[in-house]
């Protein structure tokens, strides 16, 4: 099961940190991805944090700005948000998968997603 936390609202040029933490399973094995989707928006790729080797992957639009983390003895991966803009604004979700690296992970397991706004 994986949990999100760490939403809410925040004035542009803000930072938020969120959460997500896994239960059940070896937390080491799995990639966890963040992803987002914004109103009458498809769901795009934010960042991830592979299991293996420590690689980490950004969307373009967050380079620079979010930074992906995870702590495998607390079973969590932060994404620290800093620089905040409106089209920021979205529900995040984070997502596991068995694959080692970023590229070319596909996600099997979904957390329920929490709200970010970022007020302009």
């Known amino acids: 099961q994986l949990v999100e936390s760490g939403g809410g609202l925040v004035e542009t040029g803000g930072s938020l940190r969120l959460a997500c933490s896994l239960s059940?399973?070896?937390?080491?094995?799995?990639?966890i991805g963040w992803f987002r989707q914004a109103p009458e928006t498809e769901r795009e790729f934010v960042a991830a944090a592979a299991w293996s080797g420590g690689y980490t992957g950004y969307a373009d639009s967050v380079k620079g700005r979010f930074t992906v983390s995870r702590e495998n003895a607390n079973a969590s991966v932060y994404l620290q948000m800093t620089s905040l803009k409106p089209e920021d604004t979205a529900d995040y979700y984070c997502a596991a998968s068995p694959f080692p690296f970023v590229q070319g992970a596909t996600y099997d397991y979904w957390g329920q997603g929490t709200q970010v706004t970022v007020s302009s």
């Open positions: 059940g399973g070896t937390f080491s094995r799995w990639t």
